[in-house]
């Protein structure tokens, strides 16, 4: 075993990791680690765009975006997250610019901006140009820039090194973080990771669900690891379901696709948002759009031979305006579906795409140890992360600006706290329990595959836990997530080696997924309302009397939560500023 000091250790090198690392980085002594080489996150993936208040192309401001917010997210966003965020959003895009980001400009050589669901003028009287970006790759656009300023400032990169624990060292009858264990993919060892400071920024868990806009890698083992020691998770239930994936597939064809102009249509070639969002239409918020089109579906209005799909039709725009701002994600649609978006509507349905919930934070990013106190030297920010800036939906283009603002304020707070704080000592059985995981994956005879456990998980979340949820479908969950984490204890693995043992950590990831899928499932079943991307069948409308409140889950082996074994359900309060909770109406 090695065992490496820094002051600032930081897991994750998307988005969120890279700018809490050029903080980090210029003040103190700081190490990434990450389990993919950084430029290949997820965040790279992102098509759209960040949001914030310019005004470079029409009136807008800070205030109209954080209320945009906060009812975008129906009103479970803790309130000064979002200021902060709306505020800082103008710096955060214009730091990028001075790093090199090429931003789409407008003729007057200006930060183009453009149109997303949920973005208005005014308090909801009309769209609003608020995004920037760099065609439909801003994401990547974002990695890259990063990346070299991380080089620029010498943060050094442990590449593909997984994070399996976090270890916590007693200080006065109080358990403290003092470094991370890590995996190396190459050679198979498990290095520690002694830090004064550690900041998760490891990511989402799409992977939990199989139609998914999500990469292979996103199963969510920070908010795993969290949860395993101790910590609780805010707000599981909630998973935003992204309307447009190619039909089939869940592949993201961007939202900047209808902010362009690009309309829904059902199989009467009705543009049937106009019903369900009569002033903003098509560009209502997600979880309203997602539905809706899988009503449509329900009722029969549905495309295809299944009449399974609903269509995204582009054909009323010019095609050099499509190649301009749409590049990338009609050319998905060419390539994975065969259609031709310059003439032919693509079929889109809904795909499971954020998690609004997380490890729970203050706006410092700091992370809470439960319902009212945070750990000092421990901060998480983004998909993580639950700050709780999206509430119970995220916006479009908020998630690449939540990244950059709460990224750049973890970076800074760890690298403070750790001018000051002692390194703690690590405990001599720091590694015990990752070694004990291995050695049970490595060593089962058992008849069970990875592979097959995982596809059955994430089928049953498809089937019970999307867009639609009843209290009858999410105990099916449960039943099937509790039979499949009986058989995770017999499986077996084919590689025994120890380099690039993909196998093995596939295994591990699996176990992330299970538990994660729990809690989801568990809260979800907890929150007798609808609200956001969690819609209860059974319990239609939202009930801000008895839930305007964020879950808080933790693992606990004495806890009955109903019937469910093994889970603990707290509350915590929405912090509010200025915003009463409204009919929420587009
Ligand atoms: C297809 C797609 C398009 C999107 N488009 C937009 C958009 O236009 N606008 C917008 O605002 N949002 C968009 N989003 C959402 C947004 O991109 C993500 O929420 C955001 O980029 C997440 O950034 P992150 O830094 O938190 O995590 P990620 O970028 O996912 O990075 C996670 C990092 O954690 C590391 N990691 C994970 N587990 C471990 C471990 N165990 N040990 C070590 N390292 C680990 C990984 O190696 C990786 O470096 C999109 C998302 C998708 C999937």
Redesign the pocket.
């Known amino acids: 075993m090695q065992v490496h000091k820094y002051d600032v250790v930081i897991?994750?090198?998307?988005?969120?990791?890279m700018r809490a690392a050029i903080e980090a980085g210029q003040r103190s002594r700081t190490a990434v680690?990450?389990?993919?080489y950084?430029t290949r996150?997820?965040?790279g993936?992102?098509?759209?765009?960040?949001c914030a208040a310019l005004a470079n192309v029409e009136e807008d401001n800070w205030e109209w975006h954080t209320f945009d917010t906060i009812k975008g997210g129906d009103y479970l966003v803790d309130q000064d997250a979002a200021e902060v965020m709306a505020k800082e959003a103008i710096d955060a895009v214009l730091d990028l610019e001075k790093m090199g980001l090429p931003f789409n400009r407008t003729p007057e050589g200006r930060i183009d901006q453009r149109r997303f669901g949920g973005h208005t003028r005014d308090h909801g009287k009309s769209p609003v140009r608020r995004a920037c970006y760099a065609a439909d790759r801003?994401?990547h656009m974002i990695l890259q820039t990063l990346y070299q300023n991380c080089v620029k400032h010498n943060v050094e990169f442990y590449n593909e090194?997984?994070?399996?624990d976090l270890i916590m060292t007693e200080v006065d009858g109080v358990r403290r973080p003092s470094g991370v264990v890590?995996y190396d993919l190459a050679s198979g060892e498990i290095h520690v990771f002694q830090a004064k400071s550690i900041v998760f920024?490891?990511?989402?868990c799409?992977k939990i669900f199989k139609t998914t806009?999500?990469?292979h890698?996103?199963?969510g083992?920070?908010m795993a690891?969290a949860l395993r020691s101790g910590l609780p998770l805010e707000d599981m239930e909630f998973v935003q379901f992204h309307p447009t994936g190619l039909a089939g597939l869940g592949i993201?064809v961007?939202e900047?696709a209808r902010g362009e102009g690009g309309i829904l249509r059902n199989s009467e070639g009705e543009r049937f948002m106009e019903r369900y969002a009569p002033t903003i239409k098509d560009l209502a918020p997600r979880d309203i759009v997602a539905r809706s089109m899988a009503n449509e579906v329900r009722e029969g209005r549905g495309c295809g031979p299944n009449k399974d799909y609903v269509l995204l039709d582009l054909t009323h725009l010019e095609p050099a305006h499509i190649d301009a701002k749409l590049p990338d994600i009609t050319e998905f649609a060419r390539t994975y579906l065969g259609v031709e978006p310059y003439t032919e509507p693509v079929p889109v349905f809904p795909t499971a795409?954020?998690a609004m919930g997380g490890i729970p934070t203050n706006i410092e990013a700091e992370v809470f140890r439960n319902s009212e106190e945070t750990i000092p030297g421990l901060y998480a920010?983004?998909?993580?992360a639950c700050v709780s800036v999206h509430g119970s939906n995220r916006l479009?283009?908020?998630?690449?600006?939540d990244?950059n603002v709460f990224?750049r304020r973890a970076g800074i707070q760890a690298a403070q706290y750790a001018a000051t704080a002692e390194f703690l000592p690590i405990p001599d059985d720091a590694t015990e329990r990752t070694e004990a995981l291995l050695e049970l994956m490595r060593s089962g005879h058992g008849e069970e595959k990875v592979g097959v456990l995982r596809k059955e998980l994430q089928d049953v979340m498809d089937a019970d836990m999307q867009v639609f949820r009843t209290a009858k479908t999410i105990h099916s969950a449960l039943d099937k997530i509790a039979e499949l984490e009986d058989r995770y204890t017999r499986i077996a693995i084919q590689d025994q080696g120890k380099r690039f043992n993909l196998d093995l950590l596939e295994a591990v990831e699996l176990g992330f997924l299970l538990e994660l899928a729990k809690v989801m499932a568990v809260a979800a079943l907890h929150r007798e309302e609808s609200r956001g991307g969690h819609f209860r069948e059974d319990f239609p409308d939202r009930d801000d009397e008895n839930f305007m409140k964020h879950s808080m889950a933790y693992l606990d082996p004495e806890a009955e939560t109903d019937s469910v074994a093994g889970i603990r359900l707290e509350t915590k309060p929405v912090i509010f500023t200025r915003y009463e909770p409204m009919e929420r109406k587009y």
């Open positions: 897991v994750g090198a998307g988005g969120a990791g680690l990450t389990k993919i950084p996150s997820h965040t993936a992102a098509q759209g765009g960040m801003t994401g090194y997984y994070v399996l890590s920024a490891s990511g989402g799409g806009s999500n990469a890698t996103l199963t083992d920070g690891i993201l961007s900047a795409h954020y920010a983004g998909e993580v479009g283009t908020n998630s690449l600006l990244i990224g």
